[in-house]
C-alpha cells in the first residue's frame, strides 16, 4: 500500500501513531468510564453523558477519516486530515494545560512542550504533502 504512494513513509506512520491515540480515547469515552472519573472528568448527568459521547463520536469520525486517507494515499485528502489535526492539537496545546486533568502524567509545561512538537509535525506533514500535490497539479 505505501509502496507506491508518494506520500513519505514518515508521514503515514505518524498518521498511523494519531489514529492509535484517537482510536484509545474514543475507547475511553466510550467503554472507559473509570477511567474518566479518575481524571476527574464528571458523569453525574444526562448532559455529561451527551458530551462524553458527543466527544467520542467525533473522534471516531476523525479516526475513520484518517484510516480511509492512509488507505487511498491520495495527498489532498492527506491534506484536509493534516489541517483537522492541526486546529485540534492547537487547540489541547491551550487546553489541557489551563485545565489539566486530575492524575495528569505530565506538569502543564510538560504537556505544552509535548503539543508544540506534536504540532511542528503535523505542520511538517502538512508542508510535505502539500509541495507534493503543487507538484502534481505542475506537471
Known amino acids: 500500500m505505501f509502496k507506491n504512494s508518494k506520500i513519505p513513509i514518515w508521514v503515514n506512520l505518524f498518521l498511523i ?9 474514543v475507547f475511553q469515552f ?3 468510564h473509570q477511567t474518566l472519573l479518575d481524571a476527574g472528568i464528571s458523569i453525574q448527568s ?9 466527544t467520542a ?3 471516531t469520525a476523525m479516526a475513520a477519516a484518517s484510516i480511509f486517507v492512509l488507505i ?3 495527498p489532498y485528502q492527506h491534506l484536509v486530515i493534516w489541517l483537522m489535526s492541526i486546529f485540534r492539537e492547537g487547540q489541547e496545546m ?10 495528569a502524567p505530565a506538569s502543564p509545561m510538560v504537556d505544552f512542550g509535548v ?17 507534493i500535490t503543487r507538484q502534481d497539479n505542475n506537471v
Do not use: K, S, W
Open 17 to 25: 501513531v494519531i489514529i492509535l491515540l484517537m482510536v484509545v480515547q
Open 30 to 32: 466510550y467503554f472507559g
Open 46 to 54: 444526562v448532559a455529561d453523558l451527551n458530551i462524553i459521547y458527543t
Open 57 to 59: 463520536g467525533r473522534l
Open 72 to 74: 487511498t494515499q491520495n
Open 94 to 103: 491551550f487546553i489541557d494545560p489551563l485545565f489539566p486533568y486530575a492524575n
Open 115 to 131: 503539543h508544540v512538537v506534536i504540532i511542528a509535525l503535523e505542520i511538517a506533514a502538512f508542508v510535505v504533502v502539500y509541495r
